[in-house]
């Protein structure tokens, strides 16, 4: 008996097959799938020896504190801030919003973070909200451009770049930046200190809560503190200004103590 099939009965045959799902010939060899050939096999993965080496992570609060405690005066942290790299908001802003006012002052103001109008000229409280500070400190003779220093004032902020759209400060950001703030402190060293608002409170104090704690006498970074109303809340709400008037006379009261 022949055992070769003819042309015809073997493609009948195959398309049988194709129309029952047959997709792939079989080999001439039979194959055990039980077993994965060497060159299927999956790659084995890299030795510690190949693999790329990680790379330390770096912590912006550390470098912040190094850059801050190599500052002797403050043109020195002036350049340290400007340099510093692990802050987002630096690419975002126009300008470094460092400081005004006479360094000498006796009281040292700080703010929350630079807006649109301090951002674009480089200096704190320069919009609406600087305009009734001036008139604020002007109630009781003080100023940011008095020469005396009994009469002054010096006015710096927690951040000073401005973020994104004025939205507050976050934690992250407040922490990176904290140790600059200190040093500035340090350098300065008013008599006394005064938080203007919220994000002030949390980042000298750790707490918020300004309806709470204005018109209290605290203490951080060695020296008497005393928070008050931001002036942009007293813009939007002009009934807290006899608060903030009781607080200026605090202010004042404190500094005669203080001598």
Known sequence: MESAIDYHTARALLEWQVEL???????????????????????????EAQEAPVQPTVDPVVVAQKCAASCKDLEALKREMAAFEHCEL????????????NPAARVMIIGEAPG???????????????????????????????????????????????????????????????????????????????????????AVLGRKGITRLRGTWQEAFGKPVLPMFHPAYLLRQPHAKRETWADLLSLQAKLRQLG
């Not at 047959?22 to 060899?29: F, I, K, N, V």
């Not at 630096?90 to 006012?101: E, I, P, Q, T």
Request: proline share 9%.
């Open 21 to 47: 799902g047959a997709t792939e010939a079989m080999l001439d060899a039979p194959l055990n799938r039980y077993e994965v050939p060497e060159k299927h096999a999956t790659p084995k993965p890299a030795t």
């Open 90 to 101: 630096k690419r975002g802003a126009r300008n470094l919003v460092f400081s005004d006012g």
């Open 116 to 202: 649109r109008d301090e951002d674009r000229i480089g200096k704190p409280f320069v919009g609406r909200a600087g305009q009734l500070l001036d008139r604020m400190f002007e109630a009781i003779d003080m100023g940011r451009d008095n020469a005396l220093s009994a009469q002054s004032i010096y006015i710096t902020n927690v951040l000073p770049w401005r973020p994104p759209q004025n939205r507050d400060p976050k934690t992250e950001e407040i922490e990176m930046l904290k140790p600059f703030l200190q040093r500035h402190v340090e350098i300065v060293a008013p008599d006394a200190i005064v938080l203007m608002g919220n994000i002030s409170c949390q």
